[in-house]
């Protein structure tokens, strides 16, 4: 299997949808949130130097986080693929990734976009908010991190086609249908 970017707007269903690529086809998963936890929990010198950013409210550096990234990438099971889970977020982290896969003999893969419209990511992110009494996750905020990622991260989408690797997935109502269309392409890669 090819290695795979997933790809969305905040609440698009990143996460969910990597966990089921991940338990059919027997992928890795890298989930940048998780990676970056794990590595401040187990006190690695990486995860020491990306707490001090966090601590300081500042962005991790690309360099550093493409670091964490290779090692956790170097620890999977050679062959099976890698679905990246949050990350590339910019054009320069998009070729730093490509540029630290190549090293290693691999590609990108493909890039799977998930497009949903705003109203039912709102919903969406509001109910999680509710659920998980997430108070960080208001209306505003919700708005702020749109217009981040629609500044920001949007912007890559186009990166991708260039590159030959964009395959978008546009939300229809239902989770299954959505799985149901992601499925039928990615068992076309093998």
Same mark, same amino acid.
């Given at each position: 299997?090819?290695? *795979?970017?997933?790809?969305?707007?905040?609440?698009?269903?990143?996460?969910?949808?990597?966990?089921? *690529?991940?338990?059919?086809?027997?992928?890795?998963?890298?989930?940048?949130?998780?990676?970056?936890?794990?590595?401040?929990?187990?006190?690695?010198?990486?995860?020491?130097?990306?707490?001090?950013? *966090?601590?300081?409210?500042?962005?991790?550096?690309?360099?550093?986080?493409?670091? *964490?990234?290779?090692?956790?990438?170097?620890?999977?099971?050679?062959?099976?693929?890698?679905?990246?889970?949050?990350?590339?977020?910019?054009?320069?982290?998009?070729?730093?990734?490509?540029?630290?896969?190549?090293? !290693?003999?691999?590609?990108?893969?493909?890039?799977?976009?998930?497009?949903?419209?705003?109203?039912?990511?709102?919903? !969406?992110?509001?109910?999680?908010?509710?659920?998980?009494? !997430?108070?960080?996750?208001?209306?505003?905020?919700?708005?702020?991190?749109?217009?981040?990622?629609?500044?920001?991260?949007?912007?890559?989408?186009?990166?991708?086609?260039?590159?030959?690797?964009?395959?978008?997935?546009?939300?229809?109502?239902?989770?299954?249908?959505?799985?149901?269309?992601?499925?039928?392409?990615?068992?076309?890669?093998?």
């Amino acid at each position: 299997m090819k290695n *795979i970017i997933i790809f969305g707007a905040p609440g698009s269903g990143k996460g969910t949808y990597s966990d089921e *690529i991940v338990a059919r086809y027997n992928m890795g998963h890298i989930s940048t949130g998780d990676v970056l936890r794990g590595e401040i929990k187990q006190g690695t010198q990486l995860g020491k130097i990306a707490k001090g950013y *966090i601590d300081n409210g500042q962005l991790i550096p690309d360099e550093l986080m493409i670091d *964490i990234l290779a090692n956790t990438y170097d620890s999977m099971p050679e062959g099976k693929g890698v679905i990246f889970d949050g990350f590339p977020r910019t054009i320069p982290q998009a070729e730093a990734l490509k540029q630290m896969l190549a090293q !290693r003999g691999h590609d990108m893969g493909v890039m799977i976009e998930l497009i949903v419209d705003e109203d039912t990511l709102m919903t !969406r992110l509001l109910n999680r908010a509710k659920e998980q009494g !997430r108070a960080d996750d208001n209306e505003e905020t919700i708005k702020k991190r749109f217009a981040v990622y629609h500044n920001q991260t949007a912007p890559l989408a186009e990166w991708f086609q260039t590159e030959g690797m964009r395959h978008t997935f546009t939300w229809e109502g239902s989770k299954e249908l959505m799985l149901e269309n992601i499925f039928k392409f990615l068992d076309t890669l093998k």
